[in-house]
């Protein structure tokens, strides 16, 4: 079993920064491909961040690619996601997704329906 934890949200306002990191704990065959993703209130989840599993791989939505970077310390540990000139509009409850890869390839995930594992979720509220 693996488990996610994520930190680093809070409040902050409009053209602040944040920092999220998730830390994964626990074991399984394999490594893992990761992401964020976030659900604002009255939404769906998103995925905001995406890394393959080899991390030269990394996707950020539209939304977020100027603003947000996502890195990772090494393939079993800590993925960060640091959120520079934050809008109100990010505003959401940001969730961390692990996927168990198997295989060494660089692809991301960017559906929620593949995602094995998930966190707690962190909130990050950005006041105008």
């Known amino acids: 079993q693996v488990q996610l934890v994520e930190s680093g949200g809070g409040l902050v306002q409009a053209g602040g920064s944040l920092r999220l990191s998730c830390a994964t704990s626990?074991?399984?065959?394999?490594?893992?491909?990761m992401a964020w993703f976030r659900q604002a209130p009255g939404k769906g989840r998103e995925i905001v961040a995406a890394?393959?599993?080899?991390?030269?791989?990394?996707y950020l939505s539209d939304s977020v690619k100027d603003r947000f970077t996502l890195s990772r310390v090494n393939v079993q540990s800590t993925l960060f996601l640091q959120m520079n000139r934050l809008k109100p509009e990010d505003t959401a409850v940001y969730y961390c997704?692990?996927?168990?890869?198997?295989?060494?390839?660089?692809?991301?995930?960017?559906?929620?329906?593949?995602?094995?594992?998930w966190g707690q979720g962190t909130q990050v509220t950005v006041s105008s």
């Open positions: 997704a692990a996927k168990v890869v198997a295989y060494v390839n660089r692809m991301k995930y960017l559906s929620e329906s593949e995602y094995d594992y």
């Open positions: 626990g074991r399984t065959r394999g490594s893992y491909a």
């Open positions: 890394i393959s599993r080899t991390d030269d791989n990394i």
